[in-house]
């Protein structure tokens, strides 16, 4: 007799449970979007502990028969494909027929539903994929599904689950989603007798936007709008200077379906290209319609993966899109230019057709009436270029090119600085003995406002005077983070900060991280905070924009912060606010006094973010390229 034998229905439906219920969320997603497709105009979800302990999905919906009820517990039952040829077609969020009893096999299931309105319905209770009772009962038209103790049976999977604060954060992630593709459902979500979403049904997008993350958000947002013969593309992008620290804050949406794809989100910030700081990301919700026969949803179990047979166009369509929303943003402020540094990037965008930019210089000594000339001259050359000053060299084809300073060999350390940002920082933390010398510069001038020229014996150096700026504000704010606390400053009218449930959750379990570095934060009802004391110290006008960020990285960060953490990313954030930008006349004072602070850092080669601060060429290099010596 032959070893292969065919398994049982129950060991089937508890091995696909293994890959279409990863965790609560996925029950949550798959019994959601059921009744999404049953067209309920009202879900509303229940969880206790994160979802571990109970599920509850209450829709309006169709409901089913009651043949139908217990079929739809078998494997491959569905009623959303009839042939294979729907399969290139899905106009439906389900359609593999696995959910129902793959939640059934791991967990102890209720389903209550009705077809009318009779009054009457059919019940069946299913505990680990086994049904124990079958029935009728009063129900009213649409389906009531209760899921208990999830994974009770499969305690490998079981152990895997992780805070109730992290599963509840992936129910409630995905529920946003799912409200910002169908505004017209009302939606709610309730955790342990606490409701962290109410949509109203009927609602559009950006009502679901405001209700998701905030009013004062939803007004931030610029609506676009395109269509093509393939795609029609519609949402809300949010403007240049409202951004996250990651990408959470993408929802695409396909076909009704939300998804991930890398390759979109890359076309959307492709869109951005140059509008948004390194690191930040915008809040995007595009709704993307189709043909069905131009995706295919089939790619993995959860549906969340698609691939698109046109990618390439799609993802050109989108970008351009993004373009044109954000390039008429930009238009409409051209005659009263903001001058919050916020708005630096737009400005450097614009700034190519315009006079530099002139801000405070915090850093330099007062000294009024500098010698001007040496700026005028650069200032006086032609402005249509923008080209490195890389690329002018001659020979530029290699040799000639510039190298950092660190890694020349009369001034490295042996290797201890590249350049990178983790070891720069390490090398902060820990300044060694050994540290190199940094050279004694005399400033020559400036270049487009944006690099200084310097020179010594041993050659030329070229200074980024903004990554400059910002690695000796950071020095300084890493040491001030370090004792922040006598010299926090009560606020008169205080700031407000507005959160999603979810997020106002991880903050609220690390106000006290937040207290060591100075920064006092209050519940204020709802998911709102006040900020009652920060340290006088922040750089003035981005305190808000500084603390709303700092609780951006507590969120982000789902396994927890450490306080050193908290304060060097803190004090990454208010050197760069604070720090002066490209395009930025310097006088010659002002040079020598950057360059004099500069080399008085523990690292004076990578700004914070671990780019490069000087760049050199020797004069042996300059004499090669001008052929003085072979
Ligand atoms: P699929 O959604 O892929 O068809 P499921 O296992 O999720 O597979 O559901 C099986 C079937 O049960 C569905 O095709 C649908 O006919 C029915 N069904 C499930 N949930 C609901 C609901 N909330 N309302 C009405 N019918 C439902
Ligand atoms: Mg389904």
């Known amino acids: 007799m032959g070893n292969i034998k065919l398994l049982d229905e129950q060991i089937a439906n508890q091995i696909a449970a293994g890959e279409v219920v990863e965790r609560p969320s996925s029950v949550v997603k798959e019994l959601v979007e059921n009744s999404i497709d049953a067209g309920a105009t009202r879900i509303d979800v229940t969880i206790e502990e994160g979802g571990l302990q109970l599920i509850r999905i209450v829709d ?22 009839q042939s294979g040829k729907d399969l290139f077609a899905i106009r439906t969020l389900g359609f593999r027929g696995e959910a129902l009893p793959s939640i059934a096999a791991v967990s102890k299931l209720t389903c209550i539903t009705s077809s009318d309105n009779t009054g009457l319905g059919r019940k069946l209770v299913i505990h680990g994929g086994r049904i124990l009772d079958v029935g009728e009962v009063t129900a009213s038209r649409g389906t009531d ?11 490998a999977r079981l152990k895997y689950m992780k805070t109730v604060q992290t599963e509840l954060g992936h129910v409630s992630d995905y529920m946003y989603r799912l409200a910002l593709a169908h505004p017209q459902i009302a939606f ?25 993350y905030g009013t004062a958000i939803g007004k931030q947002m610029i609506a676009l709008e395109g269509s093509n013969l393939d795609y029609t593309v519609e949402g809300f992008i949010s403007k240049t200077e409202l951004t996250r620290s990651n990408r959470s804050g993408i929802s695409l949406i396909i076909n009704g379906r939300y998804v991930r ?12 290209h140059t509008l948004l700081p390194i690191n930040r990301f915008p809040i995007v919700v595009l709704q993307i319609t189709m043909d069905p026969t131009l995706v295919d949803v089939n790619v993995h179990p959860s549906k969340l993966e698609v691939r698109f047979s046109k990618e390439v166009e799609l993802m050109e369509f989108v970008e351009t899109l993004i373009k044109s929303a954000l ?43 500098p010698i001007r ?13 923008q080209t490195p000053a890389t690329n002018q060299m001659p020979g530029s084809t290699g040799q000639g090119l510039p190298r950092r300073l660190a890694d020349l060999p009369f001034e490295s350390p042996k290797g201890t600085i590249k350049g990178v940002a983790e070891e720069s920082r390490n090398f902060l933390a820990a300044p060694t003995a050994e540290a190199p010398q940094f050279p004694t510069l005399a400033p020559i001038g400036q270049l487009h406002g944006t ?31 370090g004792a922040p606390s006598p010299a926090s400053q009560e606020l008169l009218v205080p700031l407000t900060l507005e959160f999603t449930p979810s997020e106002a959750g991880h903050i609220v379990d690390k106000l006290i991280l937040l207290e060591q570095v100075g920064v006092f934060l209050e519940g204020f009802g709802g998911n709102s905070f006040i900020v009652r004391a920060y340290p006088h110290w922040f750089p003035a006008g981005e305190e808000k924009a500084i603390i709303e960020e700092m609780c951006e990285l507590l969120i982000a960060e789902k396994k927890g912060v450490e306080l050193a953490k908290l304060r060097e990313k803190s004090a990454i954030m208010c050197s760069c606010k604070a720090s002066i930008k490209a395009n930025h006349a310097l006088s010659i004072a002002e040079m020598e006094a950057l360059l004099d602070r500069l080399g008085k850092c523990n690292n004076p080669y990578t700004c914070p973010h671990g780019r490069p601060i000087v760049v050199s060429f020797s004069t042996y290099e300059l004499e090669k390229m001008f052929k003085r010596v072979m």
Do not use: W
């Open 327 to 369: 390039g008429m943003q930009v238009l409409i402020p051209h005659g009263a230019m903001p001058t919050s540094s916020k708005n630096q990037y737009v400005q450097e965008q614009l700034v190519l057709s315009r006079p530099p930019v002139l801000e405070d210089t915090s850093y330099a000594p007062k000294q009024e009436q």
């Open 451 to 481: 690099y200084l020229l310097a020179q010594n014996e041993s050659g030329l150096f070229l200074i980024d005077q903004h990554a400059a700026h910002e690695r000796m504000n950071y020095e300084y704010y890493y040491e001030k983070f």
């Open 188 to 212: 709610t979500l309730s955790h342990n007798g606490n409701i962290l979403l109410q949509t109203q049904s009927g609602s559009n997008m950006l009502q679901a936007i405001a209700a998701i």
């Open 373 to 385: 000339e040496t700026f005028r001259y650069n200032n006086d050359a032609p402005r249509n270029s």
């Open 261 to 272: 794809n890398l390759a979109l989100n890359a076309a959307i910030l492709r869109g951005y």
């Open 145 to 155: 599904i209760t899921v208990s103790e999830l994974f009770y049976n499969t305690p």
């Open 60 to 81: 309006n919906g169709s409901g089913m028969e009651s043949d139908d009820c217990e079929l739809a517990f078998s494997r491959h039952a569905t009623s959303k494909i």
